[in-house]
């Protein structure tokens, strides 16, 4: 089992709709948690880190239930510019070189 | 800003031939990272580098090696190319204790 676990997707949605993503991980040790975003052929970009609280920006929501172990992206309004791979990502003690990234999901935002 | 910068962008070999990666960043981190990326396997970490002087091996670290130059300069080396190591590359930076990430552009490579 891998430690992030990502449904790959894709994800085909119109403008307008609001999009769920989750993710699982295995290692109840985890401390912190973020999602970054990847263009197709491009390099990943941190999105936002993930609150215990849940967390806002925008059309975007994150949350995390520890629990349970797992991260949650929520993005509201879907725009064509939305279309792109997210990648889950973990950190295992708090130490830069302890990142761990799920395989991503796609989403294709469509008109 | 340049920020990350990784030569070369791609880069064909043939099985048994040797190359570096070269990856420079002018934002004064501390910290170096270099990742591949496979299909359906997610970035996985080969080498980091906390400070300049250390290195560390990541989960995937059998037939690479790395320096760290000085604080700027992270590269990475294929001293005998496989198939197996076709992939997309990945160098990454980040400040001292800031998990945030800063990717350059990527590395494709073939090994035919």
């Known amino acids: 089992r891998k430690e992030v676990e990502q449904d790959p997707g894709p994800f085909n949605v119109p403008e307008g709709a609001t999009v769920a993503f989750n993710c699982t991980y295995s290692?109840?040790?985890?401390?912190?948690f973020f999602w970054y975003r990847q263009d197709c052929r491009k390099e990943p970009k941190l999105l936002m880190s993930v609150y215990s609280s849940g967390n806002e920006d925008g059309r975007f929501t994150a949350q995390l239930n520890r629990a349970s172990q797992y991260i949650s992206l929520l993005i509201r309004d879907s725009k064509l510019s939305d279309s792109a791979t997210y990648l889950c990502v973990v950190n295992r003690n708090n130490q830069g070189g302890k990142l761990i990234f799920g395989q991503g999901t796609e989403l294709s935002v469509k008109p | 800003n340049a920020g990350v910068t990784q030569t070369p962008k791609f880069q064909v070999l043939k099985t048994g031939q040797s190359m570096t990666l070269q990856c420079a960043q002018d934002?004064?981190?501390?910290?170096m990272y270099w990742y591949r990326q496979d299909p359906g396997m997610g970035l996985r970490l080969i080498y980091y580098?906390?400070?300049?002087?250390?290195?560390d091996k990541g989960e995937v670290p059998n037939g690479y090696n790395v320096s760290r130059l000085n604080k700027r300069e992270f590269s990475l080396r294929l001293e005998s190319a496989a198939p197996s190591q076709t992939s997309v590359y990945f160098c990454?930076?980040?400040?001292?204790?800031?998990?945030?990430?800063?990717f350059g552009s990527g590395t494709q490579l073939s090994v035919l």
């Open positions: 290692n109840s040790a985890s401390q912190s």
């Open positions: 990454a930076s980040s400040d001292t204790g800031d998990e945030k990430l800063f």
């Open positions: 580098s906390a400070s300049e002087g250390t290195t």
């Open positions: 934002m004064n981190h501390n910290s």
